[in-house]
Nanobody
Framework: QVQVVESGGGLVQVGGSLRLSCVVS????????IDWYRQAPGKQREWVAG???????FDEHSVKGRFTIFRDNTSGTSYLQMNNLEPEDTGVYYC??????WGQGTQVTVSS
């Protein structure tokens, strides 16, 4: 059983920052890339950023320059550092491991 658990969401004002965490079973963490998605109210889930074992990538149009991914192989955790948050960043954020396993999501709300 693969466990994927997100945390770190919350309510923040425009321009604020949050750091989301995705803890993954250590037995698989080092072998797979981790992608971050978000789902805004009434919208489809969309890819935001991804971090593989060989590098990182970001959705260029919406978050590049504001969001950063890094991973801690010791703890089996992927982090999504989100800076200069905008109301459009509001939604439930999910991580997806190896293109297969989803977490339960964590809510991010950016208020103006």
């Amino acid at each position: 059983q693969v466990q994927v658990v997100e945390s770190g969401g919350g309510l923040v004002q425009v321009g604020g920052s949050l750091r989301l965490s995705c803890v993954v079973s250590r037995s698989i963490f080092s072998a797979y890339g981790i992608d971050w998605y978000r789902q805004a109210p009434g919208k489809q889930r969309e890819w935001v950023a991804g971090g593989s074992t060989g590098g990182v990538s970001f959705d260029e149009h919406s978050v590049k320059g504001r969001f950063t991914i890094f991973r801690d192989n010791t703890s089996g955790t992927s982090y999504l550092q989100m800076n200069n948050l905008e109301p459009e960043d509001t939604g439930v954020y999910y991580c997806k491991v190896g293109g297969t396993w989803w977490g339960q999501g964590t809510q991010v709300t950016v208020s103006s």
